[in-house]
């Protein structure tokens, strides 16, 4: 195996995000010009609340121009364009966005694998149902974590005591790692299916309130497929469920130990 298997856990810390999982497939028009009534009713229960967010108007003919065009027409050309529908959980902290090449379901609020799973092939068999699409030509899983000291209570360790040598870079000069105002990369690693792959991003950010002292490290994994992929919710399933793991073995591989258990990890039934 291309990561070694690592023991599962919760981190009662937990330094995770977002994690998103987006379903691309061959563009289908009917999303643009019908509402996903049907969709909607399927994932109701898990994703009571809807709205429309689109890009942009369809197009609009002058009077003397549309009184040649039957009626059928015009109400296709006016609709609008680019539609995007989202679907979200009552606390909002859950989402299925649809559009008419993808898919996404969403979370700011993830815990366990299996609740994210429950939800994504919720999303999955209404999609089938709904509109019977043949072939997914992406398959993505995202995480992204964000390592905050200060939240964890540990402002005073360098760098190099709580991340692997392999996204450190600059900041492996532990007398100057506080002073390395930005320092970013990516990397892209094949997995032992071929057609797999994880793009890593990591780096320095500071925090979003725009506090200068706050600098937190960011590690964003995206696995994806690079083939179509059969739309079959268990082939689906199965293919995330590699991912899952192997994000799992990844980020234990970019921290150390003492980042690990600085954010109290805990077994899955606890």
């Given at each position: 195996m291309l990561f070694q298997p690592e023991e599962r856990v919760i981190y009662k810390h937990n330094p995770l995000v977002s994690v998103i999982c987006q379903l691309r497939f061959p563009l289908d028009?009917?999303?643009d010009v019908t509402m996903p009534a049907e969709f909607q009713q399927q994932i109701r229960a898990n994703f009571p609340l809807a709205h429309e967010d689109s890009d942009g108007q369809g197009l609009q003919l002058a009077e003397d121009v549309s009184q040649h065009f039957p009626?059928?027409?015009l109400d296709v050309l006016s609709t609008r364009i680019?539609?995007?529908?989202?679907?979200?959980?009552?606390?909002?902290?859950?989402?299925?966005?649809?559009?008419?090449?993808?898919?996404a379901l969403e979370t700011n609020d993830y815990v366990r694998w299996e609740d994210f799973?429950?939800?994504?092939?919720?999303?999955?068999?209404?999609?089938?149902?709904?509109?019977?699409?043949?072939?997914?030509?992406?398959?993505?899983?995202r995480y992204q974590n964000v390592v905050d000291r200060r939240a964890l209570g540990i402002q005073e360790l360098q760098w190099s005591a709580l991340l692997s040598d392999f996204v450190l870079g600059p900041l492996t000069l532990a007398k100057s790692a506080d002073s390395v105002q930005e320092h970013n990369?990516?990397?892209?690693?094949?997995?032992?299916?071929?057609?797999?792959?994880?793009?890593?991003?990591?780096?320095?950010?500071?925090?979003?309130s725009g506090d200068p002292e706050n600098i937190m490290f960011v590690l964003d994994h995206d696995f994806f497929?690079?083939?179509?992929?059969?739309t079959d919710v268990s082939n689906v399933i199965s293919r995330v469920n590699i991912y899952n793991s192997s994000n799992r073995s990844l980020f234990r591989r970019c921290i150390t130990a003492k980042l690990?258990?600085?954010?109290?990890?805990?077994?899955?039934?606890n």
């Open positions: 028009l009917r999303i009626q059928e027409l680019n539609r995007r529908f989202l679907f979200s959980s009552r606390d909002k902290m859950w989402t299925i966005t649809l559009t008419n090449s993808f898919v799973r429950r939800n994504l092939q919720l999303m999955l068999s209404a999609m089938c149902e709904t509109y019977q699409i043949d072939v997914i030509s992406r398959v993505g899983l990369g990516t990397f892209l690693i094949q997995l032992e299916d071929p057609t797999d792959f994880v793009r890593v991003r990591y780096g320095l950010v500071t925090e979003k497929t690079g083939n179509d992929v059969e690990h258990e600085t954010m109290v990890p805990e077994a899955p039934h």
